[in-house]
C-alpha cells in the first residue's frame, strides 16, 4: 500500500542553519505531495505542496521538489528561524482519491 | 473567512460512555474528512464524505465508531462505549472539491479526547 516515510527526529538546529527535513514515499501512479506544518498549540497548517513530477513547491522560504526517481519529497530552507520551530508532516493523496497520507512527523527545534 | 471549527477542543470521559465531536467545515466546501492523530504519530483516516454521504468509511477502527453529516455541511463523530485506546486528538479536514488527489485539505484545530 501507499505509505510515507519521514527522517526521525527531533532536529535541533541553530538560528540561520540550513534544514533538510527528508521524505520518501511509496506510491502507484502519480500521487500529490504536500507538506503541512504544526506549530505549538495550533492546528495543521498547509506549508506547500507539489501535483506532478519534478514540481517545486515553495512558501515562507521552505522549498520541496517533487522527484519521481528517488521518490522524494524532501523539504529544505535555506535559513531557519526560531519562528520556525514546530512539528512537520510530509503527506500524499493518490490519484483519484481523496485521504491523505501521512508521515509520523519531525520536529524542529531552532535554537537562538 | 473562517476556517474549519471543531467543538469541543477537550473532552475527557470515563470508559464505556458516549462521546460526540462536532466539525463545521469551510463554508462551500463539498468534502470533509475526519483524521485521529495519537501521540508522536501522524494523523490516520478514519472517514470521507462527499456531500451528506460517507463515500468511504474504511478508515474506522470498529463499529463503536460512527459519522454523520446530514445536510452536508456540519458533521459529527460518534463514538460508543469509548475506551482507553479512543484516547487521541480527532482532526477534522474540508476541502472544495473532491478525488483526483490534488485537492488542498484545510484542517480544524482539532478535539482532544481523553478517556479515563
Known amino acids: 500500500g501507499n505509505s510515507v516515510t519521514q527522517m526521525e527526529g527531533p532536529v535541533t538546529l541553530s538560528e540561520e542553519a540550513f534544514l533538510t527535513i527528508n521524505c520518501t514515499y511509496t506510491a502507484t501512479g502519480y500521487p500529490s505531495l504536500f507538506w503541512y506544518v504544526q506549530y505549538p498549540g495550533e492546528g495543521l497548517q498547509l506549508l506547500l505542496k507539489a501535483t506532478k513530477a519534478d514540481d517545486k513547491g515553495s512558501n515562507k522560504g521552505f522549498e520541496a521538489t517533487y522527484r519521481k526517481e528517488t521518490t522524494s519529497f524532501h523539504l529544505e530552507k535555506g535559513s531557519v528561524q526560531v519562528s520556525d520551530s514546530a512539528v512537520y508532516f510530509c503527506?500524499?493523496?493518490?490519484?483519484?482519491?481523496?485521504?491523505?497520507?501521512f508521515g509520523t512527523g519531525t520536529r524542529l527545534k531552532v535554537l537562538a | 473567512g473562517a476556517g474549519v471549527s471543531q467543538t469541543p477542543s477537550n473532552k475527557v470521559t470515563e470508559k464505556g460512555k458516549y462521546v460526540e465531536l462536532r466539525c463545521d467545515p469551510i463554508s462551500g466546501h463539498t468534502a470533509l474528512y475526519w483524521y485521529r492523530q495519537s501521540l508522536g504519530q501522524g494523523p490516520e483516516f478514519l472517514i470521507y464524505?462527499?456531500?451528506?454521504?460517507?463515500?468511504?468509511d474504511s478508515g474506522l477502527p470498529n463499529d463503536r465508531f460512527f459519522a454523520v453529516r446530514p445536510e452536508g455541511s456540519v458533521s459529527t463523530l460518534k463514538i460508543q462505549r469509548t475506551e482507553r485506546g479512543d484516547s487521541a486528538v480527532y482532526l477534522c479536514?474540508?476541502?472544495?472539491?473532491?478525488?483526483?488527489?490534488?485537492?488542498?485539505?484545510?484542517f480544524g484545530p482539532g478535539t482532544r479526547l481523553t478517556v479515563l
Open positions: 464524505f462527499q456531500g451528506t454521504g460517507a463515500a468511504d
Open positions: 479536514a474540508s476541502s472544495r472539491l473532491a478525488g483526483g488527489g490534488t485537492d488542498t485539505q484545510y
Open positions: 503527506a500524499l493523496s493518490s490519484p483519484g482519491t481523496y485521504k491523505y497520507i
